[in-house]
């Protein structure tokens, strides 16, 4: 069962959100429903939804960034961290601030976050693994990875992080490289798999197998995220371009001895 927000272990924040997209907008649900006061900025409109979350929702980054948030809490896309970044006017931050990211690689955005971030800026790196459609029914046992690159503000981090606990994840410290290195093999290993089987243009059949109805399932679930997400994780991640290296070099692997086992089956056929 969630912990309350009321909880000692944490305070109610006051959390601003550039980018609110679908990410942003499912994490916003659960962030409001604990008790918190959002805000938001994004490239695209948002206002009426904004106001009918209770968010107060700004067009003008400086507007946002005089806000005084508690936390600013990046959703931005992997591509696009940079730009955003130097974009906001962060010579308007009315007093030190944290600055939590959600993306899916950590090492590139933890560099970009120190290099243009003010030295008084606090700095959370973190990737919910999870999104609106694996965290529908909940965040219960689902993962939260973590690095506190830059702290000084203990509780405000601390309730930030409890936003998630209290949810039921599990909240995995780790470094950005660590994580980077996992993810890898894991997240970009599986949008790759689901990538390849969209090109294929795979579809259920009258015969369909457990195991081909989740290489179905894989393939729906990779193909709504964006492409630019799907890229980010390659090019962003310096692991990923070594685990594309060992999927062609298995599936070459596999492929050869096929063709192996075909030779030998063509050779056993032939006449005495």
Known sequence: MAVSSSSPLSRTLRIGIVGFGPFGQFLATTMMKQGHTLTAT?????????????ISFFRGMNEFIEAENDVIMLCTSILSL?????????????????????????????????????????VLCTHPMFGPESGRDGWNGLAFMYERVRIRDEATCSSFLHIFESEGCRMLEMSCEEHDKLAARSQFLTHTIGRILSEMEIESTPIDTKGFQTLIQLKDSTIRDS??????????????????????????????????????????????
């Open 82 to 122: 940079t730009e955003v970044l130097k974009s906001l006017p962060l010579h308007c931050l009315k007093r030190p601030t944290l600055f939590a990211d959600v993306l899916s690689v950590k090492e590139g955005p933890r560099e970009v976050l120190l290099q243009v971030l003010p030295e008084e800026s606090d």
């Open 227 to 272: 492409f630019d997400l799907y890229s980010g994780l390659f090019v962003h991640n310096k692991f990923a371009k070594q685990e594309l290296n060992n999927l062609a070099l298995a599936f070459e692997k596999v492929k050869q001895k096929l063709e192996e086992m075909n030779e030998k089956s063509d050779l056993s056929m032939q006449p005495l």
């Open 42 to 54: 994004s490239r695209s409109d948002h206002s009426q939804l904004c106001a009918r979350l209770g």
